[in-house]
T-cell receptor, first 111, second 112 residues
Framework: GNSVTQMEGPVTLSEEAFLTINCTYT??????LFWYVQYPGEGLQLLLK?????DKGSNKGFEATYRKETTSFHLEKGSVQVSDSAVYFC??????????FGKGTRLSVIA | DTAVSQTPKYLVTQMGNDKSIKCEQN?????MYWYKQDSKKFLKIMFS???????INETVPNRFSPKSPDKAHLNLHINSLELGDSAVYFC???????????FGSGTRLTVV
């Protein structure tokens, strides 16, 4: 079945540091890939998405590129801010199947 | 106007009790979901409804029973609550585009 593996957290960075959160997936066919973010005490929000190989999703300075050859969708940001502190979830959707999430990576950014 | 609203936000109850969590969406979406998030933040699909019809029922104890009176509502009833049911339960909805979900803010259930 479909599955997502993302790096274990927590990740603690200083403000303006570079962020990478690794995500790899296993799926049949050609899934769509997503990053969702959960701020403290809130529900998940879509951060970015990519629907086919080599697509790059981007939003709020975050980027991720759909790499079919390595089955990866790593999240990056060049300069993190304190307000980026949250839990980040990589997820995939295989057509009509519900979203399958990775285990989440908690990011803490300190000033 | 909250797009996906869940009530209550917090629920503390004793083992053995029966409780319900309500979810409503005003987005006109056809599909609604219940996810369970455990203490380690892992999210697992429980149920999915499309236009009031159950389409996904993952391996969830029979004590959990979803009900969708109309496509804007998906409620979750839990019988004989157990300590292991303590978690945050998220409702979500989506329309045609796969994977684009709108989530509620969650219901934190604590069973004591």
């Amino acid at each position: 079945g479909n599955s997502v593996t993302q790096m274990e957290g927590p990740v603690t960075l200083s403000e303006e540091a570079f962020l990478t959160i690794n995500c790899t997936y296993t799926a049949t066919g050609y899934p769509s890939l997503f990053w969702y973010v959960q701020y403290p005490g809130e529900g998940l929000q879509l951060l970015l998405k990519a629907t086919k190989a080599d697509d790059k999703g981007s939003n709020k300075g975050f980027e991720a590129t759909y790499r079919k050859e390595t089955t990866s969708f790593h999240l990056e940001k060049g300069s993190v801010q304190v307000s980026d502190s949250a839990v980040y979830f990589c997820a995939l959707s295989g057509g009509n199947t519900p979203l399958v999430f990775g285990k989440g990576t908690r990011l803490s950014v300190i000033a | 106007d909250t797009a996906v609203s869940q009530t209550p936000k917090y629920l503390v109850t004793q083992m053995g009790n029966d409780k319900s969590i309500k979810c409503e969406q005003n987005l006109g979406h056809d599909t609604m979901y219940w996810y369970k998030q455990d203490s380690k933040k892992f999210l697992k699909i429980m149920f999915s409804y499309n236009n009031k019809e159950l389409i996904i029922n993952e391996t969830v104890p029979n004590r959990f029973s979803p009900k969708s009176p109309d496509k804007a509502h998906l409620n979750l009833h839990i019988n004989s609550l157990e300590l292991g049911d303590s978690a945050v339960y998220f409702c979500a909805s989506s329309q045609a585009t796969p994977g684009l979900y709108t989530f509620g803010s969650g219901t934190r259930l604590t069973v004591v």
